[in-house]
RNA sequence: GCCCUGGUAGCUCAAUUGGAUAGAGCACCUGCCUUCUAAGCAGGGGGUUACAGGUUCGAUUCCUGUCCAGGGUACCA
């Protein structure tokens, strides 16, 4: 529609011999007394003209062809702006077009099939995933699913390092609960990881091989159990919030393929980097950052993070992505723009990648701040969360706001199921239109397969129409800015304007062709949040 | 110090990315169930969009400065 809206302005335009340096924009109008559409072309013209705005939207409206098949008038107000109301026909029209393919309705081939990878959580297997970690792995996972109603070809990557400071201490952590269980009064280190999942695997390893291993503390085995028990832990969380990775990327790759030699001689062959105290540097500084920063340490004889993130960047252009998204957590914005600075410098194309960067989640339980700490053990996990709320809560809850803004999650308020659950208005919505077509089935009323939809005239019912086309526009528009909580939004706004169908038009009524055609409104409405909410990861209700 | 994010109703947040009278939910009042689910609907009160300037037809949105909050600023990741 706001492509048809454009052209028969476009063509005023031409007719007036205006030129336009961009493209005309039509949009949306916020109140319904300004109509369904709106530009402002207009206003744009003023100075070009010289003349005011307002006599160069009635030369424009003048220009318009007089009649046409689906706007019903053409309005002019202050300061010149131009409204398009659209006719019944045309607002009821959405129905067929969504009973063409209901399921699929919304999606767009903006995409083109063009290949993106979407890389998020992305944490090391240190311990059990934590809410902060729940916020971007939603976040990720919803913007790889938009992604997929836009028609892109989407892979999502987790990218891991088992080989770290950390993983090593997680190793000695469980080996201290090892010799603990044994009976030695072994003293507690502050660096060690203490949460009950340690307790656990020491505990496999006493019932599997006894004391063997009491005196050998740099045994793989610790480590690797530790390991091989928390990724589980991880991927089972994950699993139950329906997030699934396409592939997981160790670093340990990027040394063993030589792709860090690679990098860094590379990076050394274009000058990119200078020796100063026994270490390499990059000269982010001739790369638009502003400080030049170690890629290879001395101290000890190894790679910075930076030089693998650099390195593992390279393998995305290399794999052939149209579209690269990162998502991170706000302690990390400070690192990429050095990865950004070096791919500059081994010229790749930075414009392909977008970052995601999302606040942190505060975690408050009954008003109080509960502090999170992987290492003392003192956060609440995510698959606790999950336990205590379910996953569409959980999932809704870290997608409706802004990332940029800070989350604040009250454990109390999310565990009420009472009235301040978004969730359920919208749950409620879908479970109320099963409900009337249950009934309609117990009445043994037959769905028509072509129901007389110039029937639905109420104000609820255009509404609701004229909602239901946004649908599409709402997809397309996400697809862009990568920010899910216009999802929810939407699905806000669509579910109030149904309730307040629910509550003024009476769908089952004696007025047979009314029913039929209330019926397929109402089934469309539930199509439509249910594609929304699949979007989101949450389910719709036949009950509740 | 410098660099990111934020600051909007009592609280938690929106605002079609520069549009028209800034909107929802919660909380607080008032109505609406003999009828498809009242977990709903209708109505009311509540705002100098942190502050001060600037840009223009038009600013919550862009620019500058100040204040407040969170994060970053390692040869940790």
């Not at 319904?32 to 010289?50: D, Q």
Request: net charge negative.
């Amino acid at each position: 529609m706001i492509k048809n809206i454009q052209i028969l302005l476009e063509n005023a335009l031409g007719k007036l011999n205006i030129q336009l340096d961009n493209t005309i924009l039509v949009e949306r109008t916020r109140k319904i007394e300004f109509g369904h559409f709106t530009t402002n072309v207009a206003l744009t013209l003023p100075k070009k003209l010289r003349r005011p705005p307002i006599k160069i939207a009635e030369d424009i409206v003048a220009a318009l062809p007089d009649s046409n098949e689906f706007i019903e008038k053409i309005e002019i107000k202050n300061p010149g702006f131009i409204n398009f109301f659209l006719t019944s026909k045309t607002l009821q029209n959405v129905l067929d077009e969504i009973y063409e393919d209901p399921e699929n309705f919304g999606k767009c081939n903006a995409g083109d099939g063009k290949k993106v990878q979407v890389e998020f959580v992305s944490a090391n297997p240190t311990g059990p995933l934590t809410v902060g970690h729940g916020r971007q792995a939603v976040l990720g996972d919803c913007i790889a699913r938009i992604l997929d109603w836009n028609s892109y070809n989407v892979e999502r990557e987790y990218y891991y390092n088992d080989a770290g400071r950390q993983m090593r201490i997680l190793g000695l952590s469980t080996f201290h609960r090892y010799k603990e269980i044994l009976g030695y009064d072994e003293p507690m280190n502050e660096d060690y990881y203490q949460g009950q999942y340690i307790k656990e695997v020491a505990q496999k390893i006493v019932d599997d091989y006894g004391d063997k291993f009491v005196d050998d503390p740099e045994n793989e085995i610790f480590k690797n159990s530790s390991e091989k028990f928390v990724f589980n832990d991880i991927k089972e969380t994950l699993k139950r919030l329906d997030i699934h990775f396409d592939n997981y990327y160790n670093e340990k790759a990027l040394y063993e393929d030589g792709k860090i030699d690679d990098i860094l001689n590379k990076l050394e062959e274009i000058d990119a980097t200078y020796k100063k105290d026994g270490a390499i540097w990059f000269r982010g500084t001739k790369y638009g950052v502003a400080d030049d920063r170690v890629l290879w340490k001395s101290v000890v004889n190894e790679a910075t993070y930076r030089l693998p993130d650099i390195a593992y960047h390279c393998t995305k252009f290399e794999r052939g992505y149209d579209k690269i998204i990162d998502v991170f957590g706000a302690d990390h914005h400070g690192t990429y723009p050095d990865v950004l600075a070096g791919l500059k410098a081994l010229d790749y194309n930075t414009e392909k990648i977008q970052v995601v960067i999302h606040q942190f989640v505060t975690l408050t339980r009954g008003g109080e701040k509960v502090k999170m700490s992987t290492r003392k053990a003192t956060y609440v996990t995510l698959d606790e969360l999950i336990g205590e709320v379910g996953k569409d809560v959980v999932r809704y809850f870290f997608v409706m706001r802004n990332a940029n803004s800070h989350l604040d999650f009250d454990l109390e308020l999310a565990k009420t199921e009472g009235d301040e659950n978004p969730v359920f208005y919208l749950q409620y919505a879908t479970a109320r239109i099963s409900s009337i077509h249950r009934k309609a089935k117990r009445l043994n009323i037959k769905t028509s397969d072509n129901p007389d939809y110039s029937l639905l005239k109420t104000k609820e019912e255009y509404n609701l129409l004229y909602t239901l086309s946004e649908f599409k526009e709402v997809v397309q528009t996400c697809g862009k800015t990568l920010e899910p909580q216009q999802i929810t939004n939407y699905l806000q706004k669509l579910a109030s304007f149904f309730h307040k169908f629910y509550t003024e038009c009476v769908v089952i009524s004696d007025d047979s062709e009314l029913t039929q055609a209330r019926l397929a409104l109402a089934k469309a409405t539930r199509f439509i949040l249910v594609n929304g909410l699949k979007i989101v990861g949450v389910d719709g209700l036949e009950k509740m």
